[in-house]
């Protein structure tokens, strides 16, 4: 952009372009287009340049001036549910708060992690008692160390383009949020799945980009359910438990999948009722070449934790749970 662009910008003597938004495309044009010389012959358009700090700041003010227009007159912003790139399974249920004109507002967060953070979402219609709170799960970009073990969990997937490949093997930033995005949607596929077959899973509102709305598992003041790992279960809330366990990775196990990082840190307990959580990294024990070592480390991890807790352990037997899931697989 040319300086005398801006200034002229700044004066407000702006005859051929619109705004200063229209002088910066023109200026972020590729060079081939602003090299090209129009069929009478004129001179090349404007050559690239930098905005001044006076222009810079301008140009901030409008933007917040236009989202500050924008905002609803109470809460965060307005509902992102006509954004959203994928949407749950239908039918929607009825708690889930699909109207436009609702608002979204930040309550904070419920847990940290490794590769994402997940936070507390409530999506309201004004002047009503409809709304529902959701579990906003958003990966993190290329500034963090994202899924230091993803290489064994994305055997078996495919990406075609070569430059995208090459850049998830170098982690570079824009490898890094390849990876980011690739995880979100593999975790939002695999909810959409798991909940249609009726798995123990949460409903999966909406995924824009790499973050996840997600039906929250808790109480309605907002109180997030525990882990299981938080829970001392007795003896009768134990067995329970472990069959529900059970139950839930045979439904997996039938649709050839197991989680691939299944622990007492991945399940919730909520009112006596477990779910599974942190799904990205679902496994296909039939096309991945390592599928069975997940399985079987699932397995373990699971056996191990009942059997600490008191579970007998010719009840919690890790190599008749994994002969179990690879027969419901058709494995074996």
């Known amino acids: 952009m040319r300086k005398r662009d801006i200034e002229r910008f700044l004066t407000g003597d702006v005859r051929d372009t619109d705004s200063l938004y229209e002088l910066a495309d023109e200026a972020d044009a590729p060079a081939q287009a602003r ?53 749950g399974p239908r039918p929607h249920p009825s708690w889930v708060v699909t109207e436009l004109a609702a608002v979204d507002t930040d309550l904070g967060i419920i847990k940290t992690g490794k590769e994402a953070d997940v936070f507390l979402v409530e999506r309201a219609m004004p002047d009503s ?84 709305l997600l039906e929250f598992i808790g109480d309605a003041d ?38 691939g990082d299944l622990s007492a840190y991945n399940l919730l307990v909520h009112r006596g009722e477990l779910l599974l959580i942190d799904l990205p990294q679902v496994v296909d024990i039939v096309s991945n070449p390592r599928g069975h070592e997940f399985l079987q480390r699932d397995v373990h991890s699971a056996c191990a934790w009942f059997v600490s807790r008191g579970l007998p352990g010719d009840v919690a037997d890790p190599e008749v749970v994994a002969n179990l899931l690879l027969r419901e697989a058709g494995l074996g």
């Not at 230091?148 to 994305?154: E, K, M, N, P, V």
């Not at 007795?234 to 999948?257: C, K, N, P, S, Y």
């Open 35 to 87: 090299m090209r010389r129009n069929r009478d012959g004129e001179p090349a358009p404007r050559t690239r340049g930098r905005l001044t700090e006076e222009a810079r700041a301008r140009l901030v003010q409008e933007r917040e001036a236009i989202a500050v227009d924008d905002a609803p007159p109470q809460g965060d912003r307005w509902s992102s549910w006509g954004d959203a790139e994928e949407a």
């Open 222 to 259: 907002g109180t997030a359910a525990p882990r299981l790992v938080q829970l001392r279960p007795d003896r009768d809330e134990l067995a329970d438990l472990w069959q529900q366990l059970i139950e839930a990775m045979v439904t997996l196990a039938r649709r050839g999948h197991t989680h």
């Open 129 to 212: 008692d409809r709304s529902c709170l959701m579990a906003a799960k958003r990966y993190r970009g290329g500034d963090h160390r994202l899924f230091h073990r993803d290489a064994g969990y994305l055997e078996g997937r495919r990406v075609r383009a070569t430059r995208e490949m090459r850049a998830m093997q170098r982690r570079s930033n824009f490898g890094r949020n390849l990876i980011a995005q690739r995880w979100a949607i593999a975790e939002f596929a695999a909810l959409r799945e798991l909940w249609a077959i009726g798995a123990p899973v949460p409903y999966p509102v909406q995924r824009i980009g790499t973050e996840l």
